[in-house]
């Protein structure tokens, strides 16, 4: 059974960083996705960013330039750096990962508290 374990969520000011750690415990395949999505009250979940096994990457338009998804292999960790946050990024944000078997295995995270407030 796969397990991912959201931290590093809190309050920051507008301009701040933060920097969210998803651990991953149990066996996933060789190929697979791991992501990051963020919901708000009332809102569907969105990708932030996600990064396959290959190593490549892609993000949401609204946090390019300022969010970076990293992941270390030796610890069975993701991460999210987030940089120059703003009052939209305020949400919950949770990891996934998407095991590509047939049929696909999709595994999600409890979430974490982002609050972007002065």
């Known amino acids: 059974q796969v397990q991912l374990v959201e931290s590093g969520g809190g309050l920051v000011q507008p301009g701040g960083s933060l920097r969210l750690s998803c651990a991953v415990s149990g066996s996933i395949s060789s190929r697979y996705a791991m992501g990051w999505y963020r919901q708000t009250p009332g809102k569907q979940r969105e990708l932030v960013a996600s990064i396959i096994s290959g190593g490549s990457t892609n993000y949401a338009d609204s946090v390019k330039g300022r969010f970076t998804i990293s992941r270390d292999n030796a610890k069975n960790t993701v991460y999210l750096q987030m940089n120059s946050l703003k009052a939209e990024d305020t949400a919950v944000y949770y990891c996934?990962?998407?095991?590509?078997?047939?049929?696909?295995?999709?595994?999600w995270g409890q979430g974490t508290q982002v609050t972007v407030s002065s």
């Open positions: 996934n990962v998407l095991i590509v078997t047939s049929p696909p295995l999709i595994y």
